[in-house]
């Protein structure tokens, strides 16, 4: 049912944001609060919220769940950014885009206090960005229990570049 | 007290993102849960909310308290995002940033199912960004009741740009 909704709510655009891309657009389901507070739920029942210390929200979809998971959950949220977006001392790793090229960066201060972090975007596509947040996370000898998205794009195998369990709920 | 402790959790970095800016950084107040989930709930305690159809999250700040707003109240959610960022029927325009130039876009079919908006960003400075966002509502004949930040530059005069009331809860 939840799953039936959220098929139905996401829009796919050819081509965006360059040739031979099929854009899925997630925006459309936070017109519909019933099936927005269903999906966070969701998200937030995955098992490995029973060890989580705190959640990484990936710039910028992935900000419209994490920020969701974590009020539902009552647990601390981070966030990875862009270039230039974030101030202070800097963790930055740069990865491989399904389109392109770019690089994250985290506050070392915002990692300190936590060990055990579950990540969050809205989808799962090369796994490129999602990597990139996990070697950071790794390089200060932290751990990533797993990663929460709404659509999984199969067909480009992103789970086989992480060491960790991808909870989705779609998958094309 | 939840002024206080969203005025202690506020970091402050001179000459960020370039020299003259005086940046305030709200990414500290999501790693304390019961501090974002007091503020989320102050902020959607607005009064306009009683009138609000849905609510405009600003690109990409803005997407963290609008997202908990949206669910809090049950209310839809739509996003005005940056160049290149959203697929389909956009309506764009331009502002003037505290530093530089930048444009928002919205799509046109999310605007259609709604007639009164509440914006929500993290910070009002000059209020550019917001009349912004105010333009491409009214451009469709549409209202915005209202502006909810966590952070006023009360010397920026971003008020006086904008013809609906403000809510903010810390002013500097």
Redesign the interface.
């Known amino acids: 049912m939840l799953l039936e909704e959220i098929d139905k709510s996401i829009?796919t655009?050819p081509d965006?944001?360059e040739k031979g891309i099929f854009?899925r657009?997630i925006?459309?389901i936070?017109?519909?609060?019933?099936l927005?507070?269903e999906l966070?739920e969701n998200m937030a029942s995955a098992p490995i919220f029973k060890d989580v210390e705190?959640i990484i929200?990936i710039?910028?979809?992935g900000?419209?769940?994490a920020?969701?998971i974590?009020?539902?959950l009552?647990?601390?949220?981070?966030?990875a950014?862009k270039p230039?977006?974030?101030?202070?001392h800097l963790i930055t790793k740069s990865y491989e885009l399904e389109y392109g090229s770019n690089s994250l960066s985290m506050?070392i201060?915002?990692l300190k206090?936590f060990q055990k972090y579950a990540i969050v975007d809205d989808l799962l596509a090369t796994g490129g960005t999602v990597q990139c947040v996990s070697n950071i996370v790794k390089s200060l000898g932290k751990e990533v229990l797993g990663l929460l998205v709404v659509i999984e794009l199969s067909k480009l195998n992103g789970t086989l570049k992480l060491d960790f369990p991808v909870f989705s709920q779609i998958s094309y």
Request: hydrophobic residues 40%; glycine residues 8%.
């Open positions: 829009k655009y965006f944001p854009f657009d925006m459309p936070f017109s519909k609060p019933e927005f507070s966070i705190a929200a710039d910028a979809r900000f419209l769940f920020s969701g974590a009020l539902k009552g647990i601390p949220m981070i966030v950014r230039g977006k974030l101030p202070g506050q201060e915002s206090p």
